[in-house]
């Protein structure tokens, strides 16, 4: 079977280093492999609506900043089609016959919407919508026969959610819909990037986050002011890794040639971990070669998504004229599923 990549994130704020780790970097890889018959990037506005819908500014100001963002580390729209969710009704329609094939109690049992639920303080009462978003996320998987899903771990319940309800669906109706498989960076760093402040995941809500687009000096001043080991006072004292931030981040960028160009003290990243965890390693020099890391990372990033944001009736018209081209391939599977479900009435 071919192969076709779906995947894309929600416009509630510009992207930032977790999800550059997490998902963006190996999205720009698998593209370049040529191994894909189509790569969709979607630009979730609907879905980000379900917890921002009293916010419907935030959520259209930051559909222009993603794809700003998705430009800017390499998507090419020559190869992948960057699409914006809410042009494309068919998805929506698949949703909603989905729902017949989940209950309330499998969605109330989905680990991330938990985790979330919490963090918004929808405990009292959850927005319907917000509580069925893995059945649209299912929708989106399917309307394009993804096979492919790169995504950080907190998707793994909506691609576990979406393999549920394909079978289900090819199980009653006919065998139309194709199951997806996740794709987890390669470093477990980077399956759940921490935020600067060490709290579980750097997340737009959460404003713990390195962007992509901030600046130099807005970057240094993160990584200086990174959480890192609380019991680590002095120098001398012997340093934790568990937990620590700024290890963890160089877990998920360093490579051995930053030690010749910034450390060249160290050979390699298990000698500065033995280091500090033996005592006599500060963590200001730690940080520094962080710093030296990601600005040399974000650097050609930046000054891309400058260029690229000079001409920003460009940008829209990719949008526009990608998601006519989403909206048809999505048309074909809600066509082959209404036919499935016998509601295909004049043809
Ligand atoms: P929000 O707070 O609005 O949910 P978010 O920062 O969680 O925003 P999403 O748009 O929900 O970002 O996630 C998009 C993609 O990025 C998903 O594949 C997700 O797994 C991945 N991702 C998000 N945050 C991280 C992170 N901290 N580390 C690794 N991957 C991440
Ligand atoms: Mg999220």
Redesign the pocket.
């Known amino acids: 079977m071919e192969k076709v990549i779906l995947?894309?994130?929600?416009p509630?704020?510009r992207l930032?280093i977790?999800?550059y780790?997490?998902?963006l970097r190996r999205r720009v890889e698998l593209q370049n492999t040529g191994d894909y018959r189509n790569v969709f990037i979607m630009i979730?506005d609907a879905q980000?609506l379900t917890d921002n819908f009293d916010n419907p500014e935030k959520v259209r100001s930051n559909i222009t900043e993603v794809a700003l963002d998705y430009l800017s580390v390499g998507l090419d729209p020559k190869i992948s089609t960057i699409f914006i969710q809410s042009l494309i009704p068919e998805l929506t329609e698949l949703s909603f016959y989905y729902m017949n094939l989940v209950t309330v109690s499998r969605l109330q049992r989905n680990p991330t919407v938990k985790a979330?639920i919490q963090q918004k303080n929808f405990e009292a009462s959850i927005p319907v919508g917000f509580m069925c978003y893995p059945i649209s996320q299912a929708a989106d998987i399917t309307a394009f026969k993804a096979t492919t899903v790169?995504?950080?771990?907190?998707?793994l319940p909506m691609i576990e959610q979406t393999k549920e309800i394909v079978h289900k669906f090819n199980e009653i109706y006919a065998p139309v819909l194709v199951e997806p498989n996740a794709l987890l960076?390669q470093r477990a760093a980077?399956?759940?990037?921490?935020?600067t402040d060490g709290k579980a995941?750097?997340?737009?809500?959460?404003g713990n986050?390195i962007y992509l687009a901030d600046s130099a000096d807005s970057i240094k001043q993160k990584v200086m002011s990174m959480y890192t080991d609380p019991l680590h006072v002095q120098v001398s004292d012997p340093g934790h890794l568990e937990g620590n931030t700024v290890f963890t981040y160089l877990d998920a960028f360093c490579k051995p040639e930053h030690f010749g160009r910034y450390l060249p003290d160290y050979a390699n990243l298990d000698e500065l971990k033995a280091h500090y965890q033996r005592g006599g390693l500060g963590d200001v020099k730690v940080k520094r070669f962080l710093n030296s890391i990601l600005q040399e990372e974000l650097e050609p990033i930046r000054t891309r998504r400058e260029e690229l944001a000079r001409d920003m009736d460009s940008v829209t018209e990719l949008l526009r004229v990608s998601s006519l081209k989403a909206r048809e391939v999505a048309g074909k599977t809600l066509s082959e599923v209404r036919h499935a479900m016998k509601i295909d009435y004049f043809g």
């Open positions: 995947t894309g994130d929600r509630t704020g930032h977790g999800h780790v997490g998902s979730a980000a979330e790169p995504v950080g771990e907190d998707q960076p980077c399956n759940r990037l921490p935020g995941k750097m997340s737009k809500s959460l986050c």
